[in-house]
């Protein structure tokens, strides 16, 4: 509630981020006009690039993960930082995939001709100029430059001084693929060169940045939400929850839990906390079934008692129902009934996606009508939460928040609509 | 850019304001869960007190009349303050207007059932809780709370110390009436008992307050989007442009601008600089017309010469380009070409309304394509930039910004979307 934005932001970095964030403006109106067809040979060109190049990249990220390892990054985020030849390849797959994408802009949303005669049509039109601020994952860099030419956007990077040299090289590599492709090389630029300072300028370029689009960590993301004067999509936080109501399928339960928490344990859409309700049938197959699956267990008293005596659990406080562990921790709650578990929920969930596991069509109902989330699930894992899983293609992020975009967003939400109305010297009356 | 969140607000009435709007997310489950007819009946209880109490809203209205002519307050804006018996009627009229449209919760916005069975479906849903901030303008009182109940949102209003007795007895009547209705009052509520540490606390209550609407001038509207925390729209800046081309229907470009400019001034969609091509046909009966209308011209040197010698007109500041008048006085600048015309808009315009009037297929289609406004206009008034005219129904503001909503907002832009999935045991592979 008190952070400030940063007034220490040197003028002369704003004003030079404003200036690149000027020449992508200027860059996004030839990459607005560029038809499909267009727009992918950029893709298919970049593609190429990375097949190409794939042994100059990985040489830069070695560099990056040298001097990272030396400075003590864990495993984990060294992992994250990782391109090897495969990964590279991942990557080009990746644009090619984007190729396939329908492309929304010029899509009409609606349309109409009045009773007056005005003819209205409102279609989608790119933003203009995105901004994405991230940390230490080279392949979001690659990621969202794809999908910000894919819907006719120019885009401004600030990649994290961890992948410096790998972004660097991709950014050069995208910035060739478009000229290549007679694209205007502004289409896609970084902001590394400025450091922190290079975050911050992207945070107060309002006007000059249309939207922009924080990927990473808890902290990452409130701090540009809470700094920012440019407007901010919040992604992919996931506090998620799972309710196993009193009658469920025991072994359907089982086999969600351990996929829910167990398949990716880091990713967004990972349940976090299980609530049982009391006198769950389910409860012990569950329970039986996360240990088994290597899941350390943190439970409250009453969860404490389904378990063998022998068991390894942790007791768990009240910072276990506000965390996102992002591994194989899971907090454990037993709730009186569906009411308090949806208690509990309103209390701790950050939106993203929660589950019920349950026979009862009217409890299904009630949960899917008072769980205030992105995405409510009766009966299935939460894992599914996903853009390529829902069907919408390539993901931007999933948005925890109800403006704009609201779950796994695609293309479509990286544009925005424009009314064009064609009149006949009409006056309005 | 170096505006500051208001460190010096209270700590107390922070969190006053706060479980103000926990009692307001509480009262919204209630209101979400209302169908149509329910909340038309609270409109319908709304519009009946509004009647039956019309006297002494106009005599709390005459207190805050006096106040402020006291110690001041503009004709211009005593006029907005007002509200007679015939204004308080079309109040009540509104809400019966509201009352017709159709409501947009629960409306399916996509579905499908995926290959492996999971049955998706994405349907809007309430935003929860919606803050207002406004000033010196009543009937938004009215307005805002109509819209809110309709699309089953709370709402927290601040409206401004100059308007505090009519608001305050406008929102008595509003809660006794969906009190009658056996819905919450709190879904109705007021931070003005604050004064302006209420409007701050509005601005800062992120995770309380879903989305704040900012209505009224630049500098109210500049202030909420800079500081707060909370996600905005931001409404109704218009610097709208109407560019003249070289062939153009010299009677119907007459028209259009005589309309756009003298219909309504203090409007946002009205025009606010002219701009003709240079030799343009219509330049001279366009003038003509302006001038017989009343409208006093800030003309740059070239367009100085296609006015009589004794004709009344300012010379045009570079100020003039960027001021949204709001009144009967219109800037004029001559450009070499429509290339020109689109720089200037580029420039100048805050992205709401612009027109061209023009003969040339091929230019308007230009025009269309790299004007980035929200609404783009052929051969017609920019005037038509309304929620009703658009054939919205009821309008919650225009909005000038590109995420969520873009131009004339409804009931729709107040609501997010939820998607809920129901399997059979589903678990991701």
Redesign the interface.
């Known amino acids: 509630?008190?952070e400030?934005?940063n007034?220490t932001l040197p003028l002369d970095t704003?004003k030079a981020v404003t200036d690149m964030a000027y020449d992508a403006r200027v860059a996004s109106?030839v990459l607005?006009?560029a038809d499909t067809d267009w727009k992918n040979m950029a893709l298919e060109a970049i593609a190429r690039q990375l097949e190409k190049k794939s042994d100059v990249i990985v040489r830069s990220n070695a560099e990056d993960l040298e001097r990272e390892k030396k400075v003590g990054m864990s495993d984990a985020m060294l992992d994250r930082l990782k391109l090897d030849v495969h990964r590279v390849q991942q990557l080009a797959d990746a644009m090619r995939e984007l190729k396939t994408l329908p492309d929304p802009v010029g899509e009409v949303v609606r349309g109409?001709t009045?009773p007056n005669g005005?003819r209205?049509v409102?279609s989608r039109?790119p933003?203009?100029v995105v901004g994405a601020i991230y940390e230490a994952r080279p392949d979001v860099t690659v990621d969202i430059a794809g999908l910000a030419i894919k819907s006719g956007n120019a885009v401004m990077l600030r990649g994290g001084s961890a992948a410096a040299r790998t972004n660097e090289t991709l950014v050069n590599l995208i910035r060739n693929a478009l000229d290549k492709t007679s694209l205007p090389m502004d289409c896609v630029q970084s902001v590394d060169e400025f450091g922190r300072d290079g975050a911050q300028a992207l945070m107060?370029a309002?006007g000059a940045i249309?939207?922009l689009i924080p990927r990473g960590g808890r902290d990452l993301i409130q701090t540009v939400?809470?700094n920012a004067?440019v407007?901010v999509?919040e992604t992919g936080e996931g506090n998620c929850h799972i309710f196993v109501d009193v009658l469920a399928?025991s072994?359907?339960a089982a086999?969600?839990l351990?996929?829910?928490k167990a398949?990716r344990p880091g990713t967004c859409n990972a349940v976090e906390t299980l609530l049982l309700a009391k006198g769950a049938n389910a409860a012990t197959s569950v329970l039986d079934a996360l240990v088994k699956a290597g899941v350390r267990l943190h439970v409250d008293d009453a969860s404490r008692l389904l378990l063998p005596e022998d068991a390894d659990a942790v007791a768990a406080t009240e910072e276990d129902w506000a965390t996102e562990y992002g591994s194989l921790d899971l907090a454990v709650k037993t709730v009186a009934n569906l009411d308090d578990a949806i208690h509990h929920i309103r209390q701790y969930s950050t939106g993203h996606s929660e589950a019920i596991l349950t026979d009862s069509v009217s409890n299904?109902e009630t949960f899917?009508?008072?769980v205030?989330?992105?995405?409510?699930?009766?009966?299935?894992?939460t894992?599914?939460?996903d853009g390529g899983?829902?069907?919408l293609g390539a993901e931007v992020g999933i948005s925890t928040?109800?403006?704009?975009a609201?779950?796994p967003m695609g293309l479509e939400q990286l544009t925005?609509?424009?009314?064009?109305?064609?009149?006949?010297?009409?006056?309005?009356p």
Chains 1, 2 share one sequence.
């Open positions: 509630m008190t400030q934005p007034t704003l109106r607005a006009k109409s009045l005005l209205m409102q039109v933003m203009g107060m309002r249309d939207v939400v809470r004067q407007p999509i399928d072994d359907a086999k969600i351990v996929n829910a398949q299904a899917i009508r008072e205030d989330s992105a995405a409510v699930y009766v009966n299935a894992s894992r599914f939460t899983q829902f069907g928040q109800k403006l704009h609201r779950g925005t609509t424009k009314w064009v109305v064609r009149g006949d010297g009409h006056t309005r």
